[in-house]
């Protein structure tokens, strides 16, 4: 058995090295272009975007010189190449090269000073360039005079209010994505506002974790409901559902097969990216048990499998290649994805936990690469009991709105990883909810009792919203909770009675809207209803739960929520703000902070401040 472990070492070691040298694992030849780039005196240039266009195939490569000033353009095709280099102060510089299979050109670079490029303002949100060609809106970044990109987020539409006697049904898919907390608190960090299509506040309020009921019985997860006043507005009221899954016990937790997907093209050169990226992996192969079984598949200029399915007790192995992986090349993202997809197929545990692991910044440039290709693909392995988690890194160009519809139809979840304290969250503290299932295709619809309520609005889940008929159709895709998470919802509401004026549509002509006999006596303001899948069963299942006002006092756990609630609603300027302040969301968060085990209550409250003094100077 040692000596197949030595001669399958032998040929990784000889796969990854051909790779790194540009010939393709696949038997097909490429060339490697390298280079040194210096300035006028002969100093290095660290920085220098290097991009290597194909003449015939019109396919582009980047890599960025490193402190040494030196840059690599593996795996790339032969043929004719401009080799262009820029840096913002210095001349571009373009060289023409020709390139053979199996063979290295090395191409030096001196640049002069120039001409400074345009200065790039940095853009809040509030007025976003849109490509009318799809609904994401990009954001150009400029930090410190450094190279910029751009981050795409897909545009939100708050959910507006609803006449509870026209529209009694709310339909919705949960979340337990926690990506959009993470990204923002990088904006804030930088000091920057974030884009108001960045703040998607269900995950704001699903990054932190709450005290719910545990479940009992044989359902995956317990169901808590209490209505309490709205902190930004007096007269209404708020409505908390909060859910807790069951979280299965480690000896019951099914064997692992997992694809590592990791994007090594040369946007991921930067420490936030590759080497961040490296460093939370290694977190989550310490996490690994003999029964699990993980592969690595890369891609850049092309994908290939550097690591086949191997045991999970063969860490030093797996960290081995996770250590040596360097970014350069195009991003051939959508091939990187079908091979992950193949590699999990061939090595799929029965009743196993199937997952492939996309870490990213979704910059997908070459290949299958248009975000419809990609989403048939996963939706069709999901099909098959293969799911997908994706993982996003870096600054400037992070693709957030198509990694975050990547996982939603992987049956996955979306995490940012902003620092290494939060790839421990995601990867070690909150493995079990990140990689396990316990229930599938999960939907909560709320009925509003228009005796009670006058008019109500979901915060948040805008892109999770359902037809109400989609709550009973059981091939209507939802939202999957892991074991041991959490997830949470609000809902603001204006009682019966109030002399609010609410967007009102004409009397029906043929329908009546009467209440049905006993409703004004009744005590419910609502009854919520979920429906969900056991993890390996297609036919769903129903809870149903009445909400009265008995309980309308707030606990730490609504308290927290609405706090987090409030900020977001601040940080989008939102129409529906109230009387919202960073004031008023400080005295909340304090007052709920609790035992705060892991200190997340207690950097979203610096981060609050952080906030103020940031609008403060603007």
């Not at 040596?324 to 029965?350: F, P, V």
């Not at 299942?541 to 308290?559: F, G, H, I, K, S």
Request: aromatic letters at 8%; a negative charge.
């Amino acid at each position: 058995m040692k000596g197949s472990e030595n001669g399958l070492m032998r040929w990784l070691t000889v796969a990854w090295v051909f790779s790194t040298l540009g010939i393709a694992v696949f038997g097909q030849e490429t060339g490697v272009i390298r280079g040194k780039i210096t300035d006028p005196e002969g100093a290095p240039l660290p920085g220098v975007e290097v991009q290597a266009v194909h003449q015939s195939l019109q396919t582009k490569n980047t890599a960025i010189s490193n402190n040494a000033g030196v840059y690599r353009l593996p795996a790339l095709q032969p043929g004719e190449y401009e080799v262009i280099a820029s840096l913002e102060g210095f001349k571009t510089v373009r060289r023409a090269v020709s390139l053979r299979a199996g063979k290295e050109e090395r191409v030096d670079f001196s640049m002069n000073l120039g001409v400074l490029m345009e200065e790039v303002t940095v853009v809040t949100g509030r007025v976003p360039t849109v490509d009318t060609k799809s609904t994401a809106v990009a954001y150009s970044i400029s930090r410190g005079g450094q190279r910029f990109n751009t981050e795409e987020y897909a545009s939100i539409q708050e959910n507006r209010w609803n006449n509870a006697r026209g529209t009694p049904l709310s339909t919705f898919s949960i979340d337990v994505d926690t990506a959009s907390y993470a990204n923002l608190r990088r904006f804030i960090t930088d000091g920057q506002w974030p884009p108001a299509d960045a703040v998607r506040i269900e995950e704001m309020i699903n990054y932190f974790d709450y005290d719910y009921p545990k479940p009992e019985g044989d359902d995956p997860f317990a169901v808590a409901a209490r209505l309490a006043p709205c902190p930004w507005a007096k007269t209404h009221r708020l409505l908390h559902i909060g859910l807790q899954g069951r979280r299965l016990a480690d000896d019951k937790l099914p064997p692992a097969n997992l694809v590592f997907l990791i994007d090594v093209s040369g946007s991921m050169y930067e420490p936030n990216k590759l080497p961040l990226l490296q460093a939370s992996f290694r977190l989550l192969v310490e996490q690994l048990r003999p029964v699990d079984r993980v592969a690595i598949v890369v891609y850049a200029g092309a994908a290939g499998l550097v690591l086949p399915s191997t045991p999970g007790e063969n860490k030093e192995m797996i960290l081995g290649l996770i250590d040596e992986m360097e970014a350069g090349g195009s991003t051939a993202g959508g091939a990187g994805i079908q091979l992950a997809y193949r590699t999990a197929e061939e090595n799929l545990i029965k009743g196993g936990n199937n997952r492939v692991i996309l870490a990213t910044d979704g910059d997908f440039n070459i290949g299958v690469s248009d975000t419809g290709s990609l989403v048939r693909l996963i939706e069709e392995k999901k099909q098959r009991g293969i799911h997908l988690t994706v993982l996003g890194f870096g600054k400037g160009n992070i693709k957030d709105s198509r990694l975050e519809q990547l996982a939603d139809k992987g049956d996955g979840n979306y995490h940012y990883i902003d620092s290494l304290l939060e790839g421990k969250k995601v990867l070690v503290d909150e493995m079990h909810g990140t990689l396990f299932t316990v229930a599938r295709d999960v939907k909560i619809q709320v009925e509003f009792n228009p005796a009670r309520v006058k008019s109500y609005r979901l915060i948040g889940y805008e892109n999770r919203m359902l037809a109400a008929e989609d709550f009973n159709d059981d091939q209507k895709d939802a939202g999957e909770i892991g074991s041991g998470h959490r997830v949470t919802a609000l809902y603001e509401i204006i009682p019966a009675g109030s002399k609010e004026e609410i967007p009102e549509v004409d009397e029906l002509r043929y329908q009546s809207t009467k209440d049905k006999p006993g409703t004004a006596d009744s005590p419910e303001w609502a009854t919520v209803k979920l429906r969900y899948k056991p993890p390996r069963e297609e036919e769903s299942r129903l809870l149903v739960r009445p909400v009265t006002d008995r309980q309308a006092v707030a606990d730490e756990n609504l308290l927290w929520a609405a706090a987090v609630a409030e900020f977001g609603l601040l940080l989008r300027d939102s129409k529906f703000k109230g009387s919202s302040s960073f004031d008023g969301v400080l005295t909340l968060a304090r007052q709920a902070k609790g035992q705060d085990r892991f200190g997340y209550r207690s950097e979203f409250i610096r981060l609050v401040e952080a906030t103020r003094l940031l609008k403060k100077g603007n």
